[in-house]
């Protein structure tokens, strides 16, 4: 099992950046994708981007593509999510999760998930 922590979030005004960490306690051999994904009261969990380990190909979902960026640092064993132009409407707790299958916005495909990072943007 992975052990994911984030880190990064917090309260940015619009038009603002963040960038969120997802450092993970190892990357075994059947770690396929680590994908980002939020939440917000009442919501189901959405995919945001994603990145394939092993060829860092990149997904992103079509209401960040253009600005949000999705990077790996494989010998920190690091995600990264770095996020422009924020919008009141990216406010969610954010969650990365790692997965042995290929990159999905599906997230029972995600085996293992971090605590979660609070990113609340305020207009």
């Known amino acids: 099992q992975v052990q994911l922590v984030e880190s990064g979030g917090g309260s940015v005004q619009a038009g603002g950046s963040l960038r969120l960490s997802c450092a993970a306690s190892?990357?075994?051999?059947?770690?396929?994708?680590v994908g980002w994904f939020r939440q917000t009261p009442g919501k189901e969990r959405e995919g945001v981007a994603y990145?394939?380990?092993?060829?860092?190909?990149?997904y992103y979902a079509d209401s960040v593509k253009g600005r949000f960026t999705i990077s790996q640092d494989i010998a920190k064993n690091t995600v990264y999510l770095q996020m422009n132009r924020l919008k009141p409407e990216d406010t969610a707790m954010y969650y990365c999760?790692?997965?042995?299958?290929?990159?999905?916005?599906?997230?029972?495909?995600?085996?293992?998930w971090g605590q979660g990072t609070q990113v609340t943007v305020s207009s």
């Open positions: 990145i394939d380990t092993l060829n860092s190909a990149t």
């Open positions: 999760a790692a997965t042995s299958w290929v990159c999905s916005p599906d997230a029972n495909q995600y085996n293992d």
């Open positions: 190892e990357y075994t051999s059947t770690t396929k994708c």
